[in-house]
Structures are given as structure tokens and as C-alpha cells.
């Protein structure tokens, strides 16, 4: 696996389940069943006007009961978060965990749709090399798991899945030992065969019996098991066979975080080189514990050693506050006292984030009955000889 190198377009899926405005829930419900797909995308004349995933009637039926009798409006997200078919793919993985999202479109120049992309295409690009960094499952598992008596509701499930964003729930017995799983796609079907799915019960519409792998177990085991059953999830279970964490696409996708950590030091090495037209070597060791400092809704911004800003991740334009720290070549300090910070070029000194030393600042903005606010963290990086080569903004 190369993802680093790849565009999004290699990865996508060019085949879209669309829907039209005017189609209601119930008929939204009927072709996520009958096509077995996990959203669809709601478009008129190749312009994405929203989305409808397995997590949305999730929370839809959690929030508001039987879904039959809503819009396509009332159960779709709009807007809907894009990306160009030329983006990079790893930048497309970063900006999909900073949004919590499983899911995301694809468009041309024109903002025109061409693709869809999601965890499970970016999983079918992973090489027997990725699954060799963690070798057992218990290295990428989930040990959140969603665990209720088979006596429990639907509306229970849906309640617990929409609250601790789970994608699945077991049900279990007195000893935790597995006995059946409910599903957001299960989900999709119940409010498709009932008005009301809330009130049934999770013995009677779980699926059965449950596919377990054990924590030791080779993930790249898991992960062909997953693939030769048609399914996305696995409950793992301890010695005694109860139920202690799951492992699910989203987990062995989110093992790339380390990945794009690497992703972004050979960035910031080609812009400093373009540039400076000199090769800038980054300790990689500073700049990962930048990275890993921060969470995965961050957004990232690299400068050149006098501030010119070199390079931004998607998360920078997905926050419209921050507009002015997407442009290429422009002073960092120009653009941050432009959006309140005045004392900005004292404070940032070579001096003040020597010694891996970082600043951190809240910037606050208030528009009419809008508010904005973020955290800043400046770092220095240098070089192995631990000369200074440029700098570091993280934005949450």
C-alpha cells in the first residue's frame, strides 16, 4: 500500500446510489435495503445537495421515532463535505477522522459528483505491510462495544448506538457471552418492515449467531474473515468467550494515523524544497510528538523559516473562520494578527519555541449572533542537527 502517493480518484467507488429531493424517507429506506449500501447521496444535475447514511436513520429513529412519514430533507445532512477526485488520498483519510465522518463525496473541478469514497474503500487499498504494524487484533480493537440483554428494545439500541456513536450492539447474556448483534444496516431494514421498529425487541431482530475473533488473533486474519463474510464488524472475545471489545473497518482504517503523520513530514520536506531550492530535513521525532500533542480534529498548517506558509490539510478549509491560513506563500503572522492576534510576531520567536518548547493562544471572533473560537499551538521544527527549518500551527 502507497496510499501517501495516491489521489482519491484511484480509491473512490465512480458507482453512486442517488436520490432526487423529491423521494421520501420510506423510499430512501426501501433502496438502502434493496441495494445493500451503507448511504446514498442525495443530487440533482450532478450537484450534491446532501446525504443519507446507515448512522443518520440511526439517529433519526433515535430522536424523532418511526421515520416513514419524513422528507428526504428531513432525514438527510446538508451540506455535504466534498473533495476534488485529485486530492490526495491520505490528506481524504485525515479530513473523514477529523469530521467523524465514515463517508465522503467525491467531485471534479466543477463541483460536479464523480464518486463516493468511504472506510471500506480506503481498507480494500491496505497492503499485507499495514497489517504487519499491528499483527493481532487486540493492537486495533475497540474495547467501547455496545452491550445489551437480549430483552432490551430496539428503541434501547438505537438510543445507545446514537449516544456512544456505536455501529453495532451485542446482545449478551448473564456472563457477557455473545448471543446475536444489531447493526445500523439491520436498522435500515426494521424501519423499512415497520413503522414503528422501536418497540421490538433485540432477541427477536438481532442476527445470529455472532462471528468472534479472539485479541491474539493475526488482524490480517480478521480483516479476510470480515471481507469473505460480507461483514464489517467482529466482536472479540477473552479466554473465557465474552465479549470484551470489537473490531470493526473503522478501527483497522484508523491505524493510519500514524501513516499520516509520515505523510506530512515528506510534505513539508518537497514545499521547503520548492521553495527554498534546498532539501530541508525535519526531525521527525519533534514533529511526531507535534502530531500525536494534537487530536484528529485538528487542523495543520507548515511554515518555511521566515513564516511563508507552505502547506495546509483539508481540515483548514473545512473552517470558514479560517480562510486566511490557506494561502500558500502568505506571511503566517500576517494572516493571524488580520484575525486578532496582534502581538503575534513578539510572541513567535525562534527563541521563545526553542528546546521543543510550544505556544499556545485562544483566539475568539463574534459575528452578529455567530461565534468562533480556536485553539492555537505554534511548535519550531528543526533538523538533526536541531537547527530551525520552519514552523508548525495546529488549529482546534
Given at each position: 500500500m502507497?496510499?501517501n502517493?495516491?489521489?482519491?480518484?484511484?480509491?473512490?467507488?465512480?458507482?453512486?446510489?442517488?436520490?432526487?429531493?423529491?423521494?421520501?424517507?420510506?423510499?430512501?429506506?426501501?433502496?438502502?435495503?434493496?441495494?445493500?449500501?451503507?448511504?446514498?447521496?442525495?443530487?440533482?444535475?450532478?450537484?450534491?445537495?446532501?446525504?443519507?447514511?446507515?448512522?443518520?436513520?440511526?439517529?433519526?429513529?433515535?430522536?424523532?421515532?418511526?421515520?416513514?412519514?419524513?422528507?428526504?430533507?428531513?432525514?438527510m445532512?446538508?451540506?455535504?463535505?466534498?473533495?476534488?477526485?485529485?486530492?490526495?488520498?491520505?490528506?481524504?483519510?485525515?479530513?473523514?477522522?477529523?469530521?467523524?465522518?465514515?463517508?465522503?463525496?467525491?467531485?471534479?473541478?466543477?463541483?460536479?459528483?464523480?464518486?463516493?469514497?468511504?472506510?471500506?474503500?480506503?481498507?480494500?487499498?491496505?497492503?499485507?505491510?499495514?497489517?504487519?504494524?499491528?499483527?493481532?487484533?487486540?493492537?486495533?480493537?475497540?474495547?467501547?462495544?455496545?452491550?445489551?440483554?437480549?430483552?432490551?428494545?430496539?428503541?434501547?439500541?438505537?438510543?445507545?448506538?446514537?449516544e456512544?456513536?456505536?455501529?453495532?450492539?451485542?446482545?449478551?447474556?448473564?456472563?457477557?457471552?455473545?448471543?446475536?448483534?444489531?447493526?445500523?444496516?439491520?436498522?435500515?431494514?426494521?424501519?423499512?418492515e415497520?413503522?414503528?421498529?422501536?418497540d421490538?425487541?433485540?432477541?427477536?431482530?438481532?442476527?445470529?449467531?455472532?462471528?468472534?475473533?479472539?485479541?491474539?488473533?493475526?488482524?490480517?486474519?480478521?480483516?479476510?474473515?470480515?471481507?469473505?463474510?460480507?461483514?464489517?464488524?467482529?466482536?472479540?472475545?477473552?479466554a473465557?468467550?465474552?465479549?470484551?471489545?470489537?473490531?470493526?473497518?473503522?478501527?483497522?482504517?484508523?491505524?493510519?494515523?500514524?501513516?499520516y503523520?509520515?505523510?506530512?513530514?515528506?510534505?513539508?520536506?518537497?514545499?521547503e524544497?520548492?521553495?527554498?531550492?534546498?532539501?530541508?530535513?525535519?526531525?521527525e521525532?519533534?514533529?511526531?510528538?507535534?502530531?500525536?500533542?494534537?487530536?484528529?480534529?485538528?487542523?495543520?498548517?507548515a511554515?518555511?523559516?521566515e513564516?511563508?506558509?507552505?502547506?495546509?490539510?483539508?481540515?483548514?478549509?473545512?473552517?470558514?473562520?479560517?480562510?486566511a491560513?490557506?494561502?500558500?506563500?502568505?506571511?503566517?503572522?500576517?494572516?493571524?494578527a488580520?484575525?486578532?492576534?496582534?502581538?503575534?510576531?513578539?510572541?513567535l520567536?525562534?527563541?521563545?519555541?526553542?528546546?521543543?518548547?510550544?505556544?499556545?493562544?485562544?483566539?475568539?471572533?463574534?459575528?452578529?449572533?455567530?461565534?468562533?473560537?480556536?485553539?492555537?499551538?505554534?511548535?519550531?521544527?528543526?533538523d538533526?542537527?536541531?537547527?530551525?527549518q520552519?514552523?508548525?500551527?495546529?488549529?482546534?
Amino acid at each position: 500500500m502507497d496510499t501517501n502517493k495516491k489521489p482519491i480518484s484511484e480509491l473512490m467507488t465512480r458507482t453512486v446510489c442517488e436520490v432526487k429531493t423529491d423521494f421520501s424517507a420510506a423510499q430512501i429506506l426501501e433502496l438502502m435495503q434493496r441495494k445493500a449500501v451503507s448511504s446514498v447521496l442525495v443530487v440533482e444535475d450532478r450537484l450534491t445537495l446532501g446525504i443519507v447514511t446507515e448512522r443518520d436513520v440511526v439517529r433519526n429513529l433515535h430522536r424523532k421515532g418511526g421515520l416513514k412519514e419524513l422528507s428526504c430533507a428531513d432525514l438527510m445532512q446538508a451540506p455535504v463535505l466534498t473533495v476534488e477526485e485529485t486530492d490526495n488520498a491520505m490528506d481524504v483519510y485525515h479530513l473523514m477522522g477529523s469530521r467523524r465522518i465514515r463517508h465522503i463525496a467525491v467531485t471534479d473541478a466543477e463541483g460536479l459528483l464523480v464518486g463516493i469514497v468511504s472506510e471500506s474503500d480506503i481498507l480494500r487499498d491496505f497492503g499485507v505491510e499495514y497489517y504487519m504494524r499491528f499483527k493481532d487484533v487486540g493492537g486495533a480493537m475497540a474495547t467501547d462495544v455496545g452491550l445489551l440483554p437480549a430483552a432490551a428494545t430496539v428503541g434501547e439500541v438505537v438510543g445507545l448506538m446514537d449516544e456512544r456513536r456505536h455501529s453495532c450492539v451485542f446482545a449478551v447474556d448473564d456472563a457477557g457471552l455473545p448471543l446475536g448483534v444489531l447493526t445500523e444496516r439491520d436498522i435500515v431494514r426494521l424501519c423499512h418492515e415497520h413503522d414503528h421498529p422501536e418497540d421490538l425487541l433485540l432477541g427477536a431482530t438481532m442476527s445470529q449467531p455472532v462471528k468472534s475473533v479472539k485479541q491474539d488473533d493475526l488482524l490480517h486474519d480478521a480483516v479476510k474473515a470480515m471481507s469473505e463474510a460480507h461483514i464489517r464488524r467482529l466482536a472479540v472475545v477473552d479466554a473465557a468467550g465474552s465479549v470484551c471489545g470489537v473490531l470493526t473497518h473503522h478501527e483497522v482504517v484508523n491505524g493510519l494515523e500514524g501513516q499520516y503523520v509520515a505523510y506530512l513530514k515528506d510534505m513539508i520536506q518537497s514545499q521547503e524544497k520548492a521553495l527554498q531550492s534546498r532539501q530541508a530535513v525535519v526531525n521527525e521525532k519533534r514533529l511526531l510528538d507535534n502530531i500525536l500533542r494534537s487530536t484528529t480534529g485538528t487542523a495543520v498548517i507548515a511554515m518555511d523559516p521566515e513564516w511563508r506558509m507552505i502547506y495546509c490539510n483539508p481540515a483548514v478549509a473545512a473552517m470558514p473562520k479560517l480562510q486566511a491560513l490557506a494561502t500558500k506563500g502568505r506571511d503566517l503572522r500576517e494572516a493571524l494578527a488580520g484575525l486578532g492576534w496582534e502581538g503575534c510576531r513578539q510572541v513567535l520567536a525562534p527563541e521563545a519555541l526553542r528546546d521543543g518548547r510550544t505556544h499556545m493562544q485562544l483566539l475568539a471572533w463574534t459575528a452578529g449572533t455567530e461565534s468562533f473560537s480556536a485553539e492555537l499551538q505554534v511548535s519550531l521544527l528543526v533538523d538533526d542537527k536541531n537547527q530551525p527549518q520552519g514552523y508548525l500551527l495546529l488549529v482546534r
